[in-house]
């Protein structure tokens, strides 16, 4: 059973960069989907990106071209560096896992979960 840590979240001007991490034990990220999600208040939690079953990257069209997801295997860490982020992209940030998601949109289709970090984007 993995376990998830998110860190690296913050609050930074529009324009502005952040990277986050999920730091996982217990398993191996390599044997999962892992996804980002993220949820404002008041909104549905949306997906962000993820690595599928074959290890491909794949990104929500809104942040496709700003924000990169990349995995460290010898850390069995997942990266979320996020790029010329906007006040839109402000929420919790969730780490997600599960041996296989799909579609991977979906939060309903992780079963495992961090705890959160805050991204806090101003204008």
């Known amino acids: 059973q993995v376990q998830l840590v998110e860190s690296g979240g913050g609050s930074v001007q529009a324009g502005g960069s952040l990277r986050l991490s999920c730091a996982a034990s217990?398993?191996?990220?390599?044997?999962?989907?892992m996804g980002w999600f993220r949820q404002s208040p008041g909104q549905e939690r949306e997906a962000v990106a993820a690595?599928?079953?074959?290890?491909?990257?794949i990104y929500v069209p809104s942040v496709k071209g700003r924000f990169t997801i990349s995995r460290d295997n010898a850390k069995n860490t997942v990266y979320l560096q996020m790029n010329n982020l906007k006040p839109e992209d402000t929420g919790i940030y969730y780490c997600?896992?599960?041996?296989?998601?799909?579609?991977?949109?979906?939060?309903?289709?992780?079963?495992?979960w961090g705890q959160g970090t805050q991204v806090t984007v101003s204008s």
């Open positions: 997600a896992a599960d041996h296989v998601a799909s579609p991977w949109t979906h939060w309903a289709n992780y079963k495992h």
């Open positions: 217990g398993d191996t990220v390599s044997n999962y989907y």
């Open positions: 690595f599928d079953g074959a290890g491909d990257a």
